[in-house]
């Protein structure tokens, strides 16, 4: 499953802008102006990570929420992914029980495709952001 881009937490890309006889025009002008202070605006202090929907993109950061239930305690599970790319960690976001999520016992097998983690506590469901 590919990263979902829902756009919630993410800034939003300019359209191209045609310069007439090389310069901007008023509404132009504006348009660039309004987008500037859009971006400032989210810098300062309200970038989110997202909606938190299933397989989404992780608002601003390189990373992809996943949602996984560990059925047995203790026990490695390969969990797939789509970072496209090795990930370095993830940051817990939610559980359902009082349980320990860690990586698995051979975090070096870690890939572009899968990653392992376990849980200390049976029939967790863990929400959790994969960067």
């Known amino acids: 499953m ?3 881009r829902t756009g919630i937490g993410m800034l939003s890309d300019l359209p191209p802008i045609s310069l007439q006889e090389g ?7 504006a348009y ?5 202070r859009s971006i400032i605006k989210r810098l300062n202090g309200l970038l989110t990570v997202g909606d938190a929907s299933k397989g989404s993109q992780s608002g601003n950061l390189d990373g992809q929420f996943i949602e996984f239930t560990f059925v047995l305690a203790n026990t490695d599970y390969v969990i797939p992914h ?5 990930p370095i960690g993830f940051i817990l976001m ?4 009082d349980g320990a999520v860690v990586r698995g016992t051979n975090r070096g097998s870690w890939g572009s495709r899968n990653f392992q983690l376990r849980c200390s506590q049976a029939s967790t469901t863990a929400l959790l952001i994969l960067v």
Request: proline content about 0%.
């Open 82 to 86: 789509d970072l496209e790319r090795v």
């Open 23 to 29: 310069k901007l025009t008023e509404v132009q002008l």
């Open 94 to 97: 939610d559980v359902n029980v």
């Open 32 to 36: 660039v102006t309004d987008a500037l």
């Open 2 to 4: 590919a990263r979902i």
